[in-house]
C-alpha cells in the first residue's frame, strides 16, 4: 500500500500570501496519478490538480501542482479568504488500495 | 451535466448489511472509460477509497474491506451499489460516490455524500 503523508497539519496565512502543502509517498507515485482536492466544511470533495500539475475545469490558475516520484507540492499563490478548507492529495497507483493523504487544513 | 446522487438508510445497526445506491444522471455507467466508486469519511476523518467498478462490469475493492464488501450495478438504472456486510460502529461514516478517470485515476464528479451511522 502507498502511503501518503501530507504536512504541515494545520496552515495559518492571512489573505495574499502564498500557501505551499506537501505530500509526500511511502514509494514512486507515477505523476500521471496524483490529484489534489479541496474539501469545505459539509461539501464533497473538489477536484483541483490532476497529473500532479494540471488544473481541472474552471480551477483558478492560482492554484498549481508540482512533484514527482515521492514529493509533490501543492501551491496557492495568492489566499482569497474562500481558500479555507481542507486539501488532500491522492494516488492512483498500479493496484489498490487507491489512497488519500491524511490532509492540510488551511486556515485564513 | 454529470451529476451522482447517494441514497440509502441513514442508520444501520452493528452485524447488519450496510447497502447505498448512486444514481447517476448525465452520464452512462456502461461508457467509459470511467470508474464509479464509493469512499467513505468518518466524521472529522480523511477519506478512504472503498472500492469501484468499471465500464465492464468489473470491480476492484480495498484489500481491508475487502471480505465485507461488494459493489454491483445497475445499467437498465444507471445505477451502481454499495453493500458492506457485518458493520460496526467503527463503519459510521459520510459515504461518498465518485467517478473516476481511467486514464488518469483523478475523482472529478462527486455526490453529496449520505451520512450512515452504525447504531442499535
Redesign the interface.
Given at each position: 500500500?502507498i502511503v501518503l503523508t501530507q504536512s504541515p497539519g494545520t496552515l495559518s496565512l492571512s489573505p495574499g500570501e502564498r500557501a505551499n502543502f506537501s505530500c509526500r509517498a511511502s514509494q514512486s507515485v507515477y505523476s500521471?496519478?496524483l490529484?489534489w482536492?479541496q474539501q469545505k466544511p459539509g461539501?464533497?470533495?473538489?477536484?483541483l490538480i490532476?497529473?500532479a500539475t494540471s488544473r481541472?475545469t474552471g480551477i483558478p490558475d492560482r492554484f498549481s501542482g508540482s512533484g514527482f516520484e515521492t514529493d509533490f507540492t501543492l501551491t496557492i499563490s495568492s489566499l482569497e479568504p474562500e481558500d479555507s478548507a481542507v486539501y488532500?492529495c491522492?494516488?492512483?497507483g498500479d493496484s489498490?488500495?487507491?489512497?488519500?493523504?491524511?490532509?492540510t487544513k488551511l486556515e485564513i | 451535466q454529470v451529476q451522482l446522487q447517494e441514497s440509502g438508510p441513514g442508520l444501520v445497526k452493528p452485524s447488519q448489511t450496510l447497502s447505498l445506491t448512486c444514481t447517476v444522471s448525465g452520464a452512462s455507467i456502461s461508457s467509459g472509460p470511467y470508474y464509479w466508486s464509493w469512499i467513505r469519511q468518518p466524521a472529522g476523518k480523511?477519506?478512504?477509497?472503498i472500492?469501484h467498478i468499471y465500464t465492464s462490469g468489473n470491480a476492484?475493492?480495498?484489500?481491508?474491506l475487502k471480505s465485507r464488501v461488494t459493489i454491483l450495478r445497475d445499467t437498465s438504472k444507471n445505477q451502481f451499489s454499495l453493500m458492506l456486510t457485518s458493520v460496526t460502529a467503527a463503519d459510521t461514516a459520510v459515504f461518498?460516490c465518485?467517478r473516476?478517470?481511467y486514464?488518469?485515476?483523478?475523482?472529478?464528479v462527486?455526490?453529496?455524500?449520505t451520512t450512515v451511522t452504525v447504531s442499535s
Open positions: 500500500e500521471r496519478y490529484a482536492y461539501q464533497a470533495p473538489r477536484l490532476y497529473a481541472a488532500y491522492q494516488q492512483f489498490p488500495p487507491y489512497t488519500f493523504g491524511q490532509g | 480523511g477519506l478512504e477509497w472500492g476492484n475493492y480495498n484489500p481491508s461518498y465518485a473516476i478517470s486514464s488518469y485515476g483523478y475523482m472529478d462527486w455526490g453529496k455524500g
